[in-house]
């Protein structure tokens, strides 16, 4: 059974920094591409930034990039985001995901190539 656990989230000031965290088990982890999403109430779901476990490609979404960086640590099956410079338009829940059958992963940052989807966390920034 895939299971996706984020950890992480809370409430920060503008100009602030949070770590999310989403461990992975169920599934063989390696060679599959890892994202996190964001969506803000009222608001559809977005991309926020994937990476490959194999290595070799990750994107983001021009709103985060310069501040966010996701990171990969392939021995504990665990995908980070690191948010820093964080501004009020970053609120929202933040929900990790897998794709579990693609060899790479596309920089469109689609959702629909995800099929498994933690139960997300929230992140607050307040001006």
């Known amino acids: 059974q895939v299971q996706l656990v984020e950890s992480g989230g809370g409430s920060v000031q503008t100009g602030g920094s949070l770590r999310l965290s989403c461990a992975a088990s169920?599934?063989?982890?390696?060679?599959?591409?890892m994202g996190w999403f964001r969506q803000a109430p009222g608001k559809e779901r977005e991309g926020v930034a994937v990476?490959?476990?194999?290595?070799?490609?990750?994107y983001y979404a021009d709103s985060v990039k310069g501040r966010f960086t996701i990171s990969l640590d392939n021995a504990k099956n665990t995908v980070y985001l690191q948010m820093n410079s964080l501004k009020p338009e970053d609120t929202a829940s933040y929900y990790c995901?897998?794709?579990?059958?693609?060899?790479?992963?596309?920089?469109?940052?689609?959702?629909?190539?995800?099929?498994?989807w933690g139960q997300g966390t929230q992140v607050t920034v307040s001006s």
């Open positions: 995901a897998a794709d579990v059958y693609s060899t790479y992963c596309s920089g469109d940052i689609d959702e629909r190539f995800f099929a498994y």
């Open positions: 990476s490959y476990t194999g290595g070799g490609s990750t």
């Open positions: 169920g599934y063989t982890y390696s060679s599959n591409c």
